[in-house]
């Protein structure tokens, strides 16, 4: 396993159009977290799952924002009739459970930019 | 609410310089503490970490120690390196139970030789 994957790493997409992202954590992370970094920014939490259920989702993730990891696996997350504000780039990242109490380090993917015309 | 302060950039440096870049947080509770970095081109790496009070968190030269009484993580490397140009990431974790980071708006080091 070398870490943390996703897919595109680039988008570029008209206004009004959908996209999806995909994630891919490390393989015994049950925890995954996504991110949202603008430029000149730090990373801006927006969701994250344990296992395959949705714990947590932050204001900024608007309604047309909608993230699965239906298997506990990978996630993906969808943004919907896309809007120029959505431009940055989309941060996905794994960890462990912290209950287990050891290392619960969250390690970053590489990231997905997208660029909504 | 949970926030984290630091200082803006770029902060460039001469290879062998002393390097500080403040963090200042605002926090509920006992948060936890981080730096992470960002090389060009790649993903964010963490660097460092500190779970408590008085704790120093060190990985490759650089260090931080949690100070609770100022609530400040300033990150110190005695002696910068070309390599070490990259965007650091001070970052808290509200609570060790849940990991959701609060990041800093990065500070960009770039080192000349």
């Known amino acids: 396993d070398t870490g943390v994957s996703q897919n595109p790493r680039h988008k570029i997409t008209k206004r009004g159009q959908n996209v999806t992202f995909r994630c891919d954590p490390i393989?015994?992370?049950?925890?995954l977290y996504w991110y949202r970094q603008t430029l000149g920014q730090g990373p801006e939490f927006l969701t994250y799952?344990?296992?395959?259920?949705?714990?947590?989702k932050s204001r900024l993730l608007s309604d047309r924002f909608s993230a699965e990891r239906p298997k506990g696996s990978f996630s993906t997350l969808e943004i919907q009739r896309t809007e120029q504000g959505d431009s940055a780039m989309y941060l996905c990242?794994?960890?462990?459970?912290?209950?287990?109490?050891?290392?619960?380090?969250?390690?970053f993917g590489p990231g997905t930019r997208l660029t909504v015309l | 609410g949970n926030s984290v302060t630091q200082m803006e950039g770029p902060v460039t440096l001469s290879e062998e310089a002393f390097l500080t870049i403040n963090c200042t947080y605002t926090?509920?509770?006992?948060?936890?503490l981080f730096w992470y970095v960002q090389y060009p081109g790649e993903g964010l790496q963490l660097l460092l970490k500190?779970?408590?009070?008085?704790d120093k968190g060190s990985n490759k030269g650089f260090e931080a120690t949690y100070r609770k009484e100022t609530t400040s993580f300033h990150l110190e490397k005695g002696s910068v390196q070309v390599s070490d140009s990259a965007v650091y990431f001070c970052?808290?974790?509200?609570?060790?139970?849940?990991?959701?980071?609060?990041f800093g708006t990065g500070t960009r080091l770039l080192v000349s030789p």
């Open positions: 799952f344990q296992n395959e259920a949705q714990l947590e």
């Open positions: 970052a808290l974790s509200p609570y060790s139970g849940f990991q959701k980071l609060v």
């Open positions: 500190a779970t408590k009070a008085d």
């Open positions: 393989s015994e992370h049950n925890r």
């Open positions: 926090a509920t509770g006992y948060p936890s």
């Open positions: 990242a794994s960890s462990l459970d912290p209950s287990y109490g050891i290392n619960n380090e969250q390690f």
